[in-house]
C-alpha cells in the first residue's frame, strides 16, 4: 500500500524513488514486522492469559514439559499478523506471487487456529481430528498450486541442487508435487515446535534464507549468470521473507527459554507452509529439504519411531520427536534449542553454496 502511495510521488520528489527497489522495502518490511511484534506482543500475551488461553501439556511427555502448564498459546497469531500486514503495506500488491503467499499464509493460520481455538478455548483435548487437519491442508495447498500451475503459469520443471543442468519437467505431476512440498513443510514445522524458540529460530533462518532466493530468482542478471532459474516477479517475495523473518525474531522475544507464549499451531502450520509455498515459486523447492533440514529431522525422526514400534515394538529414540529424545537424555533445553539453531545455520549455508557448487 505505502509502494502504490508512495512511489508515485517520485516524478515530483526524487526522494521517492527509493521505493522503487526491493532491497529497501524488504528492509523496512522487516522492521515493521518486528516493531508491530514489539506493539502487539505484550498486549496479545495478557490478552491470551487472561483469557486463560493457556497450553495443556500432554502428561506422557518428558516431566520437565509439566511446569510450562498454561503458558498462553496462539501466539501464532502475532507472527500471522506481523508478517501479512507489512507486506501489504511495502510489496507491490499488483503482484501474483504476493497474494499466493499472503492466501496460503493466512489460510494455512485459520486451519491451526481453528484447532488450537478448539483445544484451548473449547477445552476440546483432541481439537480439529487428523484427518480433518489433513484434508483442509490438502485442499488449501491445491488451490494454491492450482494457480501457481494454471494461473500464473509457472513451468513445471523442478530445480536439482547440485546439478546446473537438470531441470526435469514433472509435467502433470507438478500440482501433486506442490501440495506434497506445502503440506509436508507445514506439518514438519508443527512436529519441530515441542521446545521454547526450537521452530522458530529455524524458520527465521529459513525464512532468510528465501529471502536471498527470491531476490535471486527475480533478478534477471544475478539468475542468468548463476544459470539459476529467472522467475519474473518473484523477486517481490524477498519483501514477504523479510516480514517474515522480522515477525519471527519479534515472536522469537517472546518465545525464548522461558517462554511467555507458545505460537500454536496457529504459527506452526502458517509457517512451515508459507516456506513451502515460497520455495515453489522462487523455483528452490527441493533444496527447502536442505534449508529445513532440522525440520526434516524432527518429522523423519517421528516416521521412524512409529515405524519402529509399530512393527517390532521397539523405540530408536527414547521419545519422538527427537528433541524429546535429548531431553530424557538429560540435556538441558536451552542447550538442545541452540544446537538446532547452529544445525539450521549450518543447513542454510551448505544450501546457499548450492547456487555456485554445481
Ligand atoms: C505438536 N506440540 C507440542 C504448542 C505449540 C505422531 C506424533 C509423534 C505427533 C507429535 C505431535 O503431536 N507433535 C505436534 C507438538 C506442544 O506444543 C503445542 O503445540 C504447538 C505446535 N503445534 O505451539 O502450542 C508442547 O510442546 C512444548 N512447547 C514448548 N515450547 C514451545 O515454544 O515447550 C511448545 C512450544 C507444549 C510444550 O510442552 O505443550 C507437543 O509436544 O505436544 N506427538 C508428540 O510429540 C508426542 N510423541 C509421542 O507420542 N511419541 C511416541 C511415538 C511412538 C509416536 C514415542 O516416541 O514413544 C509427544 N508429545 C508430548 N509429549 N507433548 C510425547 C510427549
Redesign the pocket.
Known amino acids: 500500500m505505502l509502494y502504490h502511495l508512495l512511489f508515485p510521488l517520485h516524478a515530483d520528489y526524487s526522494f521517492f524513488n527509493v521505493f522503487r527497489y526491493i532491497t529497501f522495502r524488504t528492509i523496512y518490511a522487516a522492521i515493521t514486522a518486528l516493531l508491530l511484534c514489539f506493539v502487539i506482543g505484550p498486549w496479545l500475551i495478557r490478552e491470551l492469559g487472561s483469557h486463560q488461553i493457556g ?8 516431566e520437565s ?2 511446569s ?2 498454561g ?1 498462553p ?4 497469531l502475532l507472527i500471522v499478523l506481523a508478517s501479512v500486514i507489512p507486506t501489504l503495506l511495502w510489496a507491490n500488491l499488483g503482484n501474483p506471487y504476493i497474494w499466493i503467499a499472503v492466501f496460503v499464509t493466512v489460510g494455512f493460520g485459520a486451519i ?1 487456529f481453528v ?2 481455538f478448539k ?2 478455548i473449547r477445552k476440546d483435548p483432541k481439537g480439529l481430528s487428523p484427518r480433518k487437519k489433513l484434508l483442509f491442508q490438502f485442499a488449501l495447498a491445491a488451490v494454491a498450486a492450482t494457480l501457481i500451475y494454471l494461473d500464473i503459469g509457472i513451468q513445471p520443471n523442478v530445480t536439482i541442487p547440485f546439478f546446473k543442468k537438470m531441470n526435469p519437467s514433472l509435467g502433470a505431476f507438478y500440482i501433486p508435487f506442490i501440495i506434497l512440498v506445502i503440506v509436508g513443510a507445514s ?1 514438519a514445522v ?11 529460530g529455524p524458520s527465521i533462518i529459513s525464512a532468510g534464507t528465501y529471502m536471498l532466493f527470491a531476490y535471486l530468482a527475480g533478478h534477471i542478471k544475478i539468475a542468468s549468470y548463476l544459470q539459476i532459474p529467472y522467475v519474473p516477479g518473484a523477486g517481490e517475495l524477498t519483501i514477504f521473507c523479510g516480514a517474515m523473518a522480522g515477525a519471527g525474531i519479534g515472536f522469537l522475544w517472546f ?1 525464548t ?1 522461558p ?1 511467555q ?9 502458517s509457517i512451515g507452509a508459507a516456506l513451502g509455498v515460497v520455495a515453489v515459486m522462487v523455483k528452490q523447492e527441493i533444496v527447502l529439504a536442505l534449508v529445513g533440514g532440522v525440520f526434516v529431522m524432527e518429522a523423519l525422526s ?1 516416521i521412524v ?2 515405524y ?3 512393527t517390532t515394538r521397539k ?1 530408536i ?5 527427537i528433541h ?2 535429548f531431553e530424557l537424555q538429560g540435556w538441558a ?1 536451552p542447550k538442545i534449542i541452540v544446537r538446532f539453531w547452529i544445525i539450521s545455520i549450518i543447513l542454510a549455508l551448505l544450501a546457499i553454496s548450492t547456487l555456485k557448487i554445481r
Open positions: 497450553q495443556v501439556i500432554r502428561r506422557d511427555g518428558p514439559h509439566l510450562k502448564e503458558t498459546t496462539m501466539g501464532g491451526g484447532d488450537d483445544k484451548v506439518n508443527n512436529l519441530t515446535d515441542g521446545l521454547d524458540g526450537l521452530a522458530i518465545n527459554y517462554a507464549v507458545f505460537m500454536g499451531d496457529t504459527g506452526s502450520l517421528v519411531q512409529v519402529s514400534y509399530k523405540r529414540f527414547r521419545m519422538a520427536p524429546h529424545h533445553e
